[in-house]
């Protein structure tokens, strides 16, 4: 017989690891599903992925103000240190950057204008521009930190975490019940007699699979259309700097900065920065990709075009003049966004997805876990984040709209 679990939450990133969370601490039975059987080790990025709660969209800014909370309760929770709150930064025009400050307000965010000479006398080796707007609660999150946490978390709440199976089928039989259909990724656990694949049937599914949404989706329900691209950051060291999470906003109307393909994200770890354009990447078709956090260090600066490189080295020399461009290596990751750049977050029947947290998914997981429990509970999520095309906002998501919003065409 088919084994049963009231809910499955499907892949275990930073949203689906925060899901079961939610899940558990309400009471909920259930077991999440990761196909990897350990957290890769984590060579692509220098420090984590910056956390900066100045979204435009008041929906991303309440999910980013939840998200300091609840990631305080898990660290109190596990003992683990997620969020470095070193702060963060918006700076550029002050036509994008000045309305931030009036929304951080609104969401009890606290924003501290700095002046030019302010900033560059704090993190000397980085240059500001315009408008420089401070957010106290932004920083930087430790990715794998925040995922091994949260499951522990999750464990201690009740939940069951199976590492190691593969979905490879989901068949929808009925409003309350979904098959999946597994196969053991471990290979030690299957030598020692565990099945290598296997049948389980649950109430609620809470799919979060990454870039293996849409395949293992397809057919089943009527997705918008989610793409996987690869965004490349180079890293170069700082020397005795420091440096907070930088957001450089664009203006288009500067005819020096031309050469930008969107808005520059800068973040600072230990004695290194890593730089790169955010939203902007290379679409993949690449099957093999199952997980949005796999970064990895090719450690030479060809595995970027010449005019990538060339873009992100003259921003370095214009904007980073303390750090150290002789050696740039290389980090990568992959995203998946949907094209107005929202999140999809709804559900349809037995099924809950989450998916499309392209560039800022991580830092609002707790938040987003929390509207995916309310999903399996009948709550329903803001209309924005809707499946439904004729319910989302163009333009309104949490890294995408800007792009777009600068007439920047993501490859
Ligand atoms: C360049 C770049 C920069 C980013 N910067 C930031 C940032 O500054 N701030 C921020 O907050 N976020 C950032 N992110 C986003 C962040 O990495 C993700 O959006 C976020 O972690 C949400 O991921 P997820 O849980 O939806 O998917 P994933 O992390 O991809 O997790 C999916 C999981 O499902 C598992 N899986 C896949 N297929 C199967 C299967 N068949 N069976 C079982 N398990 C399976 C995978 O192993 C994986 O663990 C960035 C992303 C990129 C690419």
Known sequence: MTDFVDTIVAGGGTAGSAAAWQLARRGHEVLLLEAEPALPARIGEPAGCPFEPAHADPAYRALAAESVALWRDVEVATGASILVRSGSVVHGPAVRVDPLAAGLARARLDGEFLTVPQAEARWPGLRFSGSVLFVHQGGVLRHEAAITALRSAAGADGARIAAGETITRIRILG???????????DAPAVAAGAAATRELDCR???????????????GLLALPRLTTSREDAIVVPMP??????????????????????????????????????????????????????AGSRSGSPDAL???ERAALLRYAREWLPGADLALPSVTSRVRTAVGDGGFLVD???????????????????????????????????PDGFSLRPERRRAGAGA????????GVRQA
Do not use: C, M
Request: glycine share 18%.
């Open 175 to 185: 409003d309350d019940r979904v098959r999946l259909e597994l196969r053991a990724t």
């Open 204 to 218: 609620r599914l809470v799919v979060t699979l990454g870039p293996a949404t849409a395949r293992l989706l397809r």
């Open 240 to 293: 005795g700097g420091s440096a907070p999470a930088v957001l450089h906003l664009a203006d288009p109307t500067a005819p020096g900065n031309r050469y930008w393909r969107g808005d520059a994200t800068v973040l600072g770890g230990t004695g290194e920065l890593a730089l790169g354009w955010r939203g902007i990447g290379r679409s993949r078709a690449d099957a093999q990709i199952t997980s949005t956090r």
């Open 305 to 307: 075009s010449p005019r």
């Open 347 to 381: 559900r349809i029947g037995p099924v809950v997805v989450g998916a499309g947290f392209g560039s800022a998914g991580a830092g609002l997981a707790p938040a987003v876990g929390r509207l995916l429990a309310g999903l399996v509970e009948g709550i329903g999520a």
């Open 399 to 406: 890294s995408g709209g800007r792009a777009a919003a600068l």
